[in-house]
């Protein structure tokens, strides 16, 4: 492991870290006392890429200590905590937070000792308000960008911080746009949509969307720390068996901006491929568009095509990136990225989750390579049956041809069939009497993880393969096929329709896995072994 010099880390002693900063103040203990038990993986690998001298926005980190319990959590929220921290971060970007004419803006996000992809919530944009806007638009000289950031805290700030329910975001921009997608929209159309979302905010929780920066930053703090308690995080550790008391920390970070036009985008992705183990870089990425695009499930993204056509210098940068990371952390990395014009930023790297078949190539390919030992691959495939380094495929049954009803990107492979359930409450009826269900939803939310424990496969009308909720199912071992165009719910009428076909609750489907086939009814399958894979594994465990 590369230790952590101290211009990359610095200690606070009441548990506040800084990342890529400028400096500190003196007297700061030794940074050696940076772990990830205290300011959670997410940070900790961020300190990580920043001491790399990859490109990470500078940030300050609260500890898990304040997570520990509720008087803990409420200390977090108290300027006298993070203001250290603040002061850094507009020491080292020249910007200060709320200033009229340079305003700082800030994500907040969560991040616990051990991966829960999408469990717990994040906050975009903290900072700008009818104050700060007029600076940003002076700085940026960017009105669609300022105007579409500031109706995005509006929404995100409802929603997580005063339980605004999304949808009453979602009516506004539908009565508004229709179904106009809002890149097509300008910058005076957003500015009355977010004239129109700050009054929707007003009706909904009763007071005014709140103008003090320091107001948003205190209240999106808490938000997060309260995150850890919510029904899916708490779903999630109970899932994987991971303890309650280990807390989230709360890293502050500098914002760049993926919708600052043409030349910008979110995206996430593996620096291998995650299903098959090829070694290859495998992203989806989404134009003009923020983080929480991506791996919220509502969006439907693009592979790498478009972004190294576009901005070659950017997908170059992604591509060493992927290269230095695995070889000083020594596995598969799961990265989040933001292109501000054709500039690239790292926000986050992880290992990636991964099915068996990709757990043994890629173990095994690291170990060709020289980037891990034979007893690292032995320990990382040593849970691994030949029973599960199978391919299962759909086959022709008879004279009947096989039509596929439509295709999705898939997200993990595999086949599953069962009977079409639209909610949670359907899928454990009908699991519960011995039926095998496949959860069909429009978006790829992980929300639906309780759903997804009981389910075979997911199928969802829209959705990244990098969404949270497909990494949660790659990792649960089951089959997810995300962002079927020629998918259509009515889910007031509980049926889908697929081309010209309609199908009903409790009707049943096939989900290839393999090639983003779709089927009705139940297709024969074989299951058929990776001879290769197989072999060389029992290579790596002969004595």
């Given at each position: 492991?590369?230790?952590?010099?101290?211009?990359?880390?610095?200690?606070?002693?009441?548990?506040?870290?800084?990342?890529?900063?400028?400096?500190?103040?003196?007297?700061?203990?030794?940074?050696?006392?940076?772990?990830?038990?205290?300011?959670?993986?997410?940070?900790?690998?961020?300190?990580?890429?920043?001491?790399?001298?990859?490109?990470?926005?500078?940030?300050?980190?609260?500890?898990?200590?304040?997570?520990?319990?509720?008087?803990?959590?409420?200390?977090?929220?108290?300027?006298?905590?993070?203001?250290?921290?603040?002061?850094?971060?507009?020491?080292?970007?020249?910007?200060?937070?709320?200033?009229?004419?340079?305003?700082?803006?800030?994500?907040?996000?969560?991040?616990?000792?051990?991966?829960?992809?999408?469990?717990?919530?994040?906050?975009?944009?903290?900072?700008?308000?009818?104050?700060?806007?007029?600076?940003?638009?002076?700085?940026?000289?960017?009105?669609?960008?300022?105007?579409?950031?500031?109706?995005?805290?509006?929404?995100?700030?409802?929603?997580?911080?005063?339980?605004?329910?999304?949808?009453?975001?979602?009516?506004?921009?539908?009565?508004?746009?229709?179904?106009?997608?809002?890149?097509?929209?300008?910058?005076?159309?957003?500015?009355?949509?977010?004239?129109?979302?700050?009054?929707?905010?007003?009706?909904?929780?009763?007071?005014?969307?709140?103008?003090?920066?320091?107001?948003?930053?205190?209240?999106?703090?808490?938000?997060?720390?309260?995150?850890?308690?919510?029904?899916?995080?708490?779903?999630?550790?109970?899932?994987?068996?991971?303890?309650?008391?280990?807390?989230?920390?709360?890293?502050?970070?500098?914002?760049?901006?993926?919708?600052?036009?043409?030349?910008?985008?979110?995206?996430?992705?593996?620096?291998?491929?995650?299903?098959?183990?090829?070694?290859?870089?495998?992203?989806?990425?989404?134009?003009?568009?923020?983080?929480?695009?991506?791996?919220?499930?509502?969006?439907?993204?693009?592979?790498?095509?478009?972004?190294?056509?576009?901005?070659?210098?950017?997908?170059?940068?992604?591509?060493?990136?992927?290269?230095?990371?695995?070889?000083?952390?020594?596995?598969?990395?799961?990265?989040?990225?933001?292109?501000?014009?054709?500039?690239?930023?790292?926000?986050?790297?992880?290992?990636?989750?991964?099915?068996?078949?990709?757990?043994?190539?890629?173990?095994?390919?690291?170990?060709?390579?020289?980037?891990?030992?034979?007893?690292?691959?032995?320990?990382?495939?040593?849970?691994?049956?030949?029973?599960?380094?199978?391919?299962?495929?759909?086959?022709?049954?008879?004279?009947?041809?096989?039509?596929?009803?439509?295709?999705?990107?898939?997200?993990?492979?595999?086949?599953?069939?069962?009977?079409?359930?639209?909610?949670?409450?359907?899928?454990?009826?009908?699991?519960?009497?011995?039926?095998?269900?496949?959860?069909?939803?429009?978006?790829?939310?992980?929300?639906?993880?309780?759903?997804?424990?009981?389910?075979?496969?997911?199928?969802?009308?829209?959705?990244?393969?990098?969404?949270?909720?497909?990494?949660?199912?790659?990792?649960?071992?089951?089959?997810?096929?995300?962002?079927?165009?020629?998918?259509?719910?009515?889910?007031?009428?509980?049926?889908?329709?697929?081309?010209?076909?309609?199908?009903?609750?409790?009707?049943?489907?096939?989900?290839?896995?393999?090639?983003?086939?779709?089927?009705?009814?139940?297709?024969r399958t074989v299951i058929e072994p990776m001879a290769e894979l197989q072999a060389r594994l029992e290579r790596l465990r002969a004595p």
């Amino acid at each position: 492991m590369t230790a952590l010099q101290p211009d990359t880390v610095q200690l606070w002693p009441d548990e506040v870290y800084l990342i890529g900063c400028a400096g500190a103040p003196r007297g700061n203990p030794d940074p050696a006392g940076a772990s990830a038990e205290k300011v959670g993986f997410k940070a900790y690998n961020l300190l990580r890429m920043a001491e790399l001298g990859l490109p990470v926005p500078p940030a300050f980190v609260l500890g898990t200590h304040y997570c520990r319990d509720a008087r803990a959590r409420e200390i977090a929220t108290a300027s006298t905590v993070w203001e250290p921290g603040l002061q850094e971060l507009e020491r080292t970007t020249g910007q200060r937070f709320g200033d009229p004419r340079q305003p700082l803006l800030l994500s907040v996000r969560s991040g616990a000792p051990v991966s829960m992809p999408g469990m717990m919530d994040t906050l975009l944009n903290v900072g700008l308000c009818d104050t700060t806007l007029a600076g940003m638009l002076r700085q940026t000289g960017n009105p669609r960008l300022v105007w579409d950031t500031y109706r995005r805290l509006v929404a995100s700030y409802g929603e997580l911080v005063a339980g605004v329910p999304s949808s009453i975001f979602e009516a506004e921009y539908a009565a508004f746009a229709g179904t106009r997608d809002e890149h097509g929209l300008d910058f005076t159309e957003l500015r009355e949509l977010t004239h129109r979302c700050l009054a929707a905010y007003e009706r909904a929780a009763g007071q005014p969307f709140p103008q003090d920066p320091q107001v948003q930053l205190a209240n999106a703090i808490g938000s997060v720390l309260a995150s850890w308690q919510s029904d899916r995080a708490c779903a999630y550790r109970k899932q994987c068996g991971i303890s309650d008391a280990i807390g989230t920390a709360v890293t502050v970070q500098t914002m760049v901006f993926g919708n600052a036009g043409g030349r910008s985008g979110a995206g996430v992705g593996f620096t291998r491929d995650p299903v098959s183990g090829e070694p290859t870089l495998w992203v989806d990425f989404l134009f003009n568009a923020q983080g929480e695009d991506v791996v919220s499930g509502r969006r439907s993204a693009r592979g790498h095509e478009e972004l190294a056509q576009a901005m070659p210098a950017a997908w170059k940068a992604l591509q060493d990136a992927a290269t230095r990371l695995e070889h000083a952390l020594g596995d598969m990395q799961d990265v989040e990225f933001t292109v501000q014009d054709a500039r690239l930023y790292m926000l986050q790297t992880r290992n990636g989750k991964r099915t068996p078949q990709a757990a043994a190539r890629i173990a095994l390919d690291l170990l060709d390579e020289g980037v891990i030992s034979a007893e690292v691959a032995r320990e990382r495939t040593a849970a691994l049956k030949p029973a599960a380094l199978t391919r299962t495929r759909i086959v022709a049954s008879g004279d009947r041809p096989l039509t596929p009803l439509a295709h999705a990107a898939s997200a993990s492979n595999g086949v599953a069939a069962g009977e079409i359930a639209f909610d949670e409450a359907r899928a454990r009826m009908r699991h519960a009497a011995g039926a095998s269900v496949v959860l069909v939803r429009r978006d790829a939310e992980t929300d639906d993880i309780a759903a997804l424990e009981v389910a075979a496969g997911l199928l969802t009308q829209r959705g990244a393969r990098t969404s949270h909720a497909a990494v949660v199912a790659r990792q649960l071992g089951k089959v997810c096929l995300v962002g079927c165009t020629g998918l259509r719910l009515d889910e007031s009428a509980r049926t889908l329709q697929l081309g010209d076909t309609v199908l009903h609750e409790g009707d049943e489907v096939t989900l290839d896995g393999n090639d983003g086939a779709i089927y009705a009814g139940t297709a024969r399958t074989v299951i058929e072994p990776m001879a290769e894979l197989q072999a060389r594994l029992e290579r790596l465990r002969a004595p």
